[in-house]
Structure formats: structure tokens, C-alpha cells
């Protein structure tokens, strides 16, 4: 299925963002069957994959002799892991740099459309079946390097997915409480501002490493 539109993202040294719109959300898909596929609302993915973790915890505990503090060792590994992947993500892929239209394309839908409709509730969170299918190879990729410390491993990887998403969600939908303003503040600089700079959505500390946080004389 063709996208119903494509859109340039402005592609320079980094991805420069197509004129922003406050209200309103892009179609992109002319099924609305597909279109509907791309949405997504964060309790959904709540319900999706909280039951995941406490099963994987739980049989990890009783079947595969994973001690608690061992697996909450790992657990907290996964967590980190998966800051450093939201980061690496965000700088290398959904920012790359593409001139072919078909690449431009796909940019566009996988991230572009959301520095176009930042206000987008409904494409804050990936959608359930890409997540799934994503989610189901990190796994076996995780089985296959670390055996059964998988069943803890993922688990903190997924939880902090969803802190990503749910802290992502709330930046685009709430004012900002006081002690969290730093990264609201990075995020929309990155949003509005500096597209080169302020990767990290749940954390600053990869911003932090690579030196890609916003300067304060910058905002």
C-alpha cells in the first residue's frame, strides 16, 4: 500500500523540520483500515505489555532459578540498555539523513509526521502491530546473546519503552511539574528549535555523553 502523500522533510546537514502544525493530524495512509493501524492510545500499550513483564519476571523466578537480586540486576540493565537504544535510534535513524523519495517516504511516516504534528496524542506510542513484531525480534536477539537472563533483561527493556512513551506522552500533552522541566525543556527545543540536538525523550544522559544537549544560552 502507497503512502497517500509524501512529504520532504528538508534533509540539510541534519533533519529540518517541515513547517510544525499545533492542531490537526496527517493521513497517511488512504485505507482507513491501515490508517487506523497507525494509531495508537498509551493505555493500550499498558495492557499489552505489563502482563509480559510480570510473566517473564515470574517464570524467569520459578523456572529458571533467577535469583530476585540478580534479576532485578539485570533488570535495571535492560532499563539503561534501552535509553542508550531510544537514543541511538533517534539520532541515527529516525534523523537520517535520505534523498531518494521512497526513503524520504518512509522517514516521514516512521518520525517525520510527528515533528509535523507534535500534538499528536495518537502517534505518540508505536502502533500495537509493529510494536509487537519489533518487540518479539529484540526478544529472540536478546535470548539468543544472554540465554534465559532474557526473561529479565527484556522485561526491563520493555518497561523502559514504556517510560519513554508515557514521559514522551506527557511532554507533547502536559505542562511540565517543576523538578521535570529540564527535559520538557530539551525536548521541545528539539522539536522547534535544534533538531541536531536533545536525542534523549526518558533521559538526558546520552545527551549528556555525546554532547548533544541544548546550551541554556540557546533557548
Known amino acids: 500500500m502507497f503512502l497517500l502523500r509524501t512529504r520532504h522533510l528538508y534533509l540539510r546537514c541534519n533533519m529540518e523540520i517541515a513547517k510544525i502544525k499545533n492542531k490537526g493530524q496527517a493521513r497517511l495512509f488512504e485505507s482507513d483500515t491501515l490508517e487506523m493501524m497507525t494509531k495508537t492510545h498509551p493505555v493500550v500499550v499498558y495492557i499489552m505489555y505489563f502482563p509480559v513483564i510480570a510473566y517473564m519476571l515470574y517464570y524467569g523466578a520459578t523456572n529458571k532459578g533467577l535469583m530476585p537480586l540478580r534479576e532485578m540486576a539485570i533488570f535495571i ?13 533517534h539520532r541515527y535513524l529516525f534523523h537520517i539523513i535520505a534523498d531518494s523519495p521512497h526513503a524520504q517516504r518512509i522517514i516521514y511516516t ?11 496524542k495518537d502517534r505518540l506510542f508505536m502502533p500495537p ?12 536477539l536478546q535470548y539468543l546473546l544472554m540465554g534465559w537472563n532474557a526473561l529479565a533483561f527484556f522485561p526491563g527493556f520493555l518497561f523502559g519503552y514504556i517510560l519513554y512513551g508515557s514521559m514522551h506522552y506527557a511532554i507533547h ?47
Open 110 to 120: 516512521m518520525h517525520g509526521v510527528h515533528h509535523e504534528y507534535p500534538r499528536d
Open 129 to 140: 502491530i509493529p510494536s509487537v513484531i519489533l518487540a518479539t525480534i529484540i526478544f529472540y
Open 173 to 219: 500533552a502536559f505542562p511540565p511539574p517543576r523538578f521535570m522541566k529540564a527535559l520538557w525543556r530539551n525536548h521541545h527545543l528539539h522539536h522547534y528549535k535544534y533538531p541536531d540536538k536533545g536525542f534523549g525523550v526518558s533521559s538526558v544522559l546520552w545527551d549528556v555523553v555525546f554532547g548533544t544537549v541544548p546550551k541554556k544560552d540557546e533557548a
Open 77 to 89: 540493565g535492560g532499563m539503561l540498555f534501552w535509553s542508550l537504544f531510544e537514543y541511538i535510534m
